[in-house]
C-alpha cells in the first residue's frame, strides 16, 4: 500500500476546477478559531465560515472531547430497529428551537440527503392521507438544494443539472426573488412580495392538487445570497394553504442563528411545514442533517400503517450517528451557553456596515445581505463567473477565504468574529477588489 506519496492526483475534488486547483493547491493545514492556516504556513481568516458551517470557530473542544467520549463508550449503533440516547437528546434540543407545532425531527447525514428525505416524506404524508396524486414539486430559479437525484431536480441552477438528464419529473420552477434593476437593497426590499403569486400560476396550469410541496431557502444563499422581499414568503405560505401543498423552508445554511435567530422562519415570521438543516447543526465538525416536521406529518404517516409495521420506508445506515449526536448536542450547547444567535444579531449590523462600505467600489455589481450573511457581487469580466473562480484565489493568497458562487462571494462569518476580525476580512475584500479593477 502507498502511504508516501504526496500526489495530488488520486483525489477527485468535489466542485472544484480539479486541473487547476492541483497546478496551484490551496491546502488547510490547520484551522482554530476564525483562522485557518495553508500549507505553507499563511494565516487565512474563513469569511464563509468553511461552507457556512462553523459559526461558533473552528478547533471546538467541546466537541471534540465529546465525540472522542462517544466513540470510546459506544461508537456505533444499528440505526433501524434499535438506537441510543443522544438521538433522542438532540431531536429534543433541535425541536426546542422549532417553531411549534413542528416538533419532529429525522436524521440524515448531510443537506442533500435532508432534501431528498423532504421530498419522501411529502410524498409519503399525501399518500397516506389518501392524496397519492400530489407529485409535482416546486422549487425556484437559482435554488440550491443538494446533489443528490432529489435536490439535483429542485435546482435552479443550470450547470447543476444540465449534464444529469435523469432528475425526477414533475417539477415547477417559479422566479427568483433577485431585482437586478434594484442593487444594494441591504435586508428585504419592500417590493416584489407579488412574485409569489408564481405559484398560484403553477396551481392553474397543472392543478393545485397536484402539488406536493414546495421547496424554498428562506434566503437563497449558494447561489448568491437572495433575500426574500417584505410579504413573499407569508404569500407562499397562503397559497401552499388555499391548495394544500407543502411548504418546505431548506435552512441547511440559515438555520442556527445565520439570520440572527434560532432559523430564519422565525427571523421571518413564516411557519413552514417542513424544515431541512445540516451544516452548522454539529458545527461542522461531523457530518449531519436533519428533516424536523409538522405534528400532523408525523402522526399521518406513523398513524397510517398497520401495528407494529415500519412506517416510513426510508432511512441511512448512519441516521442518528452516535459521533454526529454527540458533536451535535456539545454544538447546541456551545450555541445557547455562549449566546451566540444573539451575539450573531448584534454583530450583523457592523458586519452589513463593512460590506456596504464596498459600494461605491468599480468592480463591485451588487451587494446583498440579512444577519450574518452578504453576497458581493462582481462585475464578470465577460466569462460569468470567471473573476469570480480567479477572485476566491486571489482572496486566499490575501489571507481570507470566500466560497464563490460564479461572480458572488458569500460571506458569511463565524459568531464568535470580534469586530476587529470583520474588519480584516473587509480589508481583504478591499485590497481583492482592488487587483481586479
Ligand atoms: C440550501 C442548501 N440545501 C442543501 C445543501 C446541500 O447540503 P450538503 O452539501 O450538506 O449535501 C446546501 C449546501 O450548501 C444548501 O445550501
Known amino acids: 500500500m502507498r502511504t508516501d506519496s504526496n500526489s495530488l492526483e488520486s483525489y477527485w475534488m468535489p466542485f ?31 469569511g464563509s465560515s468553511g461552507l457556512f458551517c462553523c459559526p461558533a470557530g473552528h478547533g471546538r473542544e467541546e466537541i471534540a472531547d465529546a465525540v472522542h467520549q462517544q466513540m470510546v463508550t459506544n461508537d456505533y449503533v444499528a440505526a433501524f430497529g434499535t438506537a441510543h440516547p443522544g438521538q433522542f437528546t438532540l431531536a429534543e434540543m433541535i425541536a426546542r428551537q422549532l417553531p411549534e407545532p413542528i416538533n419532529h425531527v429525522f436524521f440524515t447525514n448531510s443537506g442533500s440527503e435532508s432534501i431528498d428525505t ?42 447543476n443539472r444540465e449534464t444529469f438528464h ?29 412574485l409569489a403569486d408564481d405559484l398560484e400560476r403553477v396551481a392553474a396550469n397543472f392543478g393545485g392538487g397536484t402539488v406536493a410541496a414546495v421547496f424554498v431557502e428562506p434566503i437563497a444563499g449558494s447561489t448568491g445570497v437572495l433575500v426574500p422581499p417584505m410579504g ?12 394544500g401543498m407543502l411548504l418546505v423552508f431548506d435552512e441547511v445554511i440559515t438555520g442556527f442563528g445565520r439570520t440572527g435567530k434560532g432559523f430564519a422562519s422565525e427571523s421571518f415570521g413564516v411557519i ?40 416510513l420506508f426510508h432511512g441511512y445506515t448512519y441516521s442518528g450517528h452516535p459521533a454526529a449526536c454527540a458533536a451535535g448536542i456539545a454544538t447546541q450547547e456551545i450555541f445557547e451557553a455562549e449566546a451566540l444567535y444573539e451575539r450573531a444579531a448584534e454583530l450583523s449590523d457592523y458586519f452589513l456596515d463593512g460590506i456596504w462600505s464596498l ?19 462582481v462585475h464578470d469580466d465577460g466569462v460569468p463567473g470567471r473573476r469570480g473562480g480567479r ?17 458572488v462571494g458569500i460571506v458569511a462569518p463565524p459568531f464568535v468574529s470580534e469586530r476587529s476580525h470583520i474588519d480584516e476580512m473587509i480589508g481583504c475584500l478591499s485590497k481583492t477588489l482592488d487587483m481586479h479593477v
Open 16 to 46: 472544484t476546477a480539479n486541473r487547476d486547483f492541483k497546478a496551484d493547491p490551496r491546502l488547510v493545514a490547520k484551522s482554530q478559531g476564525v483562522y485557518c492556516w495553508d500549507h505553507k504556513g499563511g494565516r487565512v481568516i474563513d
Open 118 to 159: 423532504a421530498i419522501k416524506i411529502a410524498l409519503a404524508f399525501h399518500r397516506a392521507k389518501g392524496e397519492g396524486q400530489r407529485t409535482r414539486f416546486v422549487s425556484r430559479e437559482r435554488a440550491y438544494h443538494g446533489v443528490n437525484m432529489g435536490g439535483t431536480s429542485l435546482s435552479g441552477m443550470v450547470r
Open 166 to 194: 435523469t432528475t425526477l419529473p414533475n417539477v415547477s420552477l417559479i422566479r427568483h426573488t433577485w431585482d437586478p434593476s434594484e442593487p444594494f437593497v441591504r435586508g428585504q426590499a419592500d417590493k416584489g412580495a407579488e
Open 232 to 243: 413573499y414568503l407569508q404569500r407562499l405560505r397562503d397559497i401552499c394553504d388555499r391548495h
Open 272 to 311: 413552514p411545514d417542513m424544515i431541512t438543516m445540516a451544516k452548522a447543526l454539529t458545527n461542522g465538525a461531523i457530518p449531519m442533517g436533519a428533516v424536523a416536521v409538522r405534528d400532523e406529518i408525523y402522526e399521518t404517516v406513523t398513524g397510517a400503517a398497520g401495528e407494529g409495521a415500519i412506517e
Open 359 to 377: 459600494k461605491d467600489h468599480k468592480a463591485v455589481r451588487d451587494l446583498r445581505g440579512y444577519g450574518m450573511l452578504a453576497g458581493v457581487e
Open 391 to 407: 477572485m476566491q484565489k486571489d482572496l486566499f493568497w490575501n489571507g481570507m477565504h470566500v466560497k464563490f458562487t460564479g461572480d
